[in-house]
Each structure stands twice: as C-alpha cells, then as structure tokens.
C-alpha cells in the first residue's frame, strides 16, 4: 500500500464523527478560517492587491492546462522525492514564507515550523515572523529550514540577519524582491489594519542587535516607534541588482530570488550569481493585473534550461496543481494560504493534517496518472485546453 492510500483509509476509517473535525478541501480551511478570525487577521491573509484579478488569475492560470494520464502502469510504488543543492526532499513542496503567523494562532511561526519538522516538509521563515529565528531554529531540531530576507536598506542590517540565520543552521536564503513597496490592498485599507505596528511580525528585528542600535528607545518602551522603523527598512525602493551582488558577497549558503516573473529577470539573476529562481507574484498581493505564475513558468523554465532550480510560487491549492506546475518546468512549489488557514483553525495539528492531505493527494495524482516517480513528470503529462 503507497503512502496515500493509508493516508486517505485512515481519513475513512476514523468515521463522521473524527471526519468533521477538520476540514479536507481548501475551500473549506477558508471557510474555517473566516468564522474563526477576526476580520482584520482574515482580510490579512485572504485579501490581495487591487481587485484581486492577480489572485484570482494564480488560481485560474492552473484550469488552462489538463492532464493527460497513461494507463496499465505499474504505480504499485511511488516517489515524490526531490533533490535540491544536493538535499533530498521527500516530497515536491516547502511551506512558504509567510509573515506575522501570531495574528492566525497564538503559537505563531513554532507551529508550522514544528508542523514541516515533524513531517520532513522543508519550511522557509519569513523576516517578519513574530517569532526570532533562533526561536525557530530551536523548535525545529534537524528539520530543513530556509531564511526569507526582506532586504533592509542598511548593509549592516542585512549582513546581520544573514549571519544570524548562518548561525541558526538555516541552509539556504530567499530574498524577495517584488515586494520593496506595499501593495494596495484593498481589504486592509478598509479594516485600517496593519499588524506591524503593534509588533507583531517584528521577531527578527526587534532582537536583532544592529537594529536596536538604530532605535532611540527600546522596542518594548516604544512598540510603534521601532515597527515604523522597521517598516521603513524593508520600503527598500533603491535595491537594485548591486544591492543584490552584496547579500551573494555575504553568505555562503545557497541564494534564491524570489519575486520573478519575467525571463530577462531570471537570466539576470543567474548572472548575478543565484542558485534557483522563485516564480511568484506574492500571491497577487502586490501588484493587481500582473501575470499569473504559472502563465508566466513556461517562459522562465525556456530561459534557465535547467541550470539552477526553479520553484513555483502562488496558486497551489491541490495535488493537480502541483503536478502541472512541474510539467511545465517547476522543480517544487510553495505552499502558502492552505496552510495559513489551517493554522488559524488548528494551530500545529491543522498545519500537519494540511501537509498530509497535500502529500496524499500529489501522490494519488501522480499514481492515477501513470507514473510512479514525480521526477519523470514533463510537459507531456499535460495539454493546454485554453
């Protein structure tokens, strides 16, 4: 019996009582979510940019492309393993980097983070996490770990949060570069909602020594002076792919972009030494009417040929999708909003039945396609109906 298969008995098994105490579909988790949180911590998570259209054209993008299975397979045994700088990952996906987790469960970064641990999921630590990274690092053990760097404007800043996530065994760094400026977004706007200011999301700067030097009062004698200030350090408008030559200058781990959607930007990127590229939009949180990722991931994938990984962020919400990301060149997906809800509705324990069902239901895909290892997947799975 393959892993998904004793995955989805046990689900049928624990009959409707166990059954409808957490949810299965992500519309579902959604729907949780919503009659849980306030509006301001929902709006946070759910909301985008604009009208939405880039959200919604992330999640469209994936109805364009159908796939096409091959029969009288052997699928009697399936591998969802990949190998990224040399790591073996058990399965084709990492939980996203999101920010300000205390605004969804009191737990706040240590759930999922504990949750990717437990499950051998590899999770990346937003910069704004309520919750310092060394606290993180800790919770986790021996679990795989990325750092997520919003570049600060300070060169002293950035070397220190690098040096910090070098020293809490965090093996490789995401800088996002499509977010130097706030989006509009609408729905916060109207609940007037910024949890910034109130220090939630602000772990990692305000126990960063560089950073309190920086403050005329310490952060826990003027909560808002130094969120404000931290804010001001990630509107970083002047970086520039210079600014982006300095953090490769100053670590030695693996460097990831995150943000691109343009293949001239993926090339640049390569020659400015990164070691994979992240196809994303922020989960259409940024910019309203942008390109969808996954329209955007053929292109990309055309331009790198390749040679360093490419991972597909914004829009992931099933196992299908998963599967067509890859066949159309990804070599992993983020996880982000699923689990998000999840953990609004069940902390650690909703987080881990997330990851579960994603890990049953790619693998179940993968096996009713026809093929028996995710590594095998090309363009060939899929055909494009739109």
Not at 219 to 234: C, F, R, S, T, V
Not at 346 to 354: C, F, I, L, R, T
């Amino acid at each position: 019996m393959i892993q998904s298969e004793t995955i989805q008995m046990d689900m049928y098994q624990c009959g409707d009582e166990a059954a409808r105490l957490l949810p299965v579909s992500f519309d579902e988790w959604e729907n949780r979510a919503k009659k849980i949180l306030a509006a301001g911590p929902f709006g946070y998570v759910y909301g985008a940019a604009g009208a939405g259209d880039t959200h919604h054209g992330n999640v469209e993008a994936f109805q364009n492309y159908r796939i096409r299975p091959r029969v009288c397979c052997d699928i009697s045994k399936c591998d969802l393993s990949i190998s990224i700088f040399g790591t073996q990952f058990p399965v084709p996906f990492l939980l996203a980097p999101i920010g300000v987790n205390t605004i969804l469960h009191s737990d706040g970064e240590l759930a999922p983070a504990k949750a990717a641990a437990k499950l051998g999921v590899p999770y990346i630590l937003s910069n704004v996490s309520s919750v310092p990274m060394e606290q993180v690092a800790k919770a986790m053990g021996d679990g795989i770990r990325w750092f997520q760097l919003y570049p600060p404007k300070d060169h002293e800043l950035t070397k220190s949060f690098l040096k910090r996530a070098e020293d809490s065994g965090f093996k490789a760094i995401v800088v996002t570069v499509d977010s130097t400026l706030l989006g509009w977004r609408e729905t916060d706007l109207q609940n007037a909602y910024l949890p910034f200011l109130t220090g939630q999301g602000m772990g990692n700067y305000f126990t960063d020594p560089v950073f309190c030097a920086k403050l005329k009062e310490a952060p826990d004698q003027n909560i808002k002076e130094a969120a404000l200030k931290a804010l001001e350090e990630g509107n970083n408008t002047c970086f520039t792919w210079k600014e982006l030559d300095f953090i490769r200058e100053h670590t030695r781990l693996p460097l990831l972009i995150k943000g691109i959607t343009h293949p001239d930007d993926a090339l640049l990127a390569m020659e400015h030494g990164v070691d994979g590229i992240i196809v994303s939009n922020h989960g259409g949180r940024q910019l309203d009417g942008a390109v969808a990722t996954l329209d955007a991931l053929p292109s990309i994938s055309e331009s790198i040929q390749g040679k360093i990984p490419i991972i597909m962020d914004s829009g992931i919400r099933r196992g299908a999708d998963i599967l067509k990301a890859i066949a159309l060149g990804a070599t992993a997906v983020l996880i982000g909003r699923p689990y998000a809800y999840a953990l609004a509705v069940a902390g650690k324990s909703g987080v881990e039945e997330v990851i579960k069902h994603f890990v049953a239901e790619t693998e179940l895909q993968l096996a009713i396609s026809g093929r028996s290892r995710i590594r095998e997947v090309d363009q060939s799975l899929i055909m494009k109906v739109k």
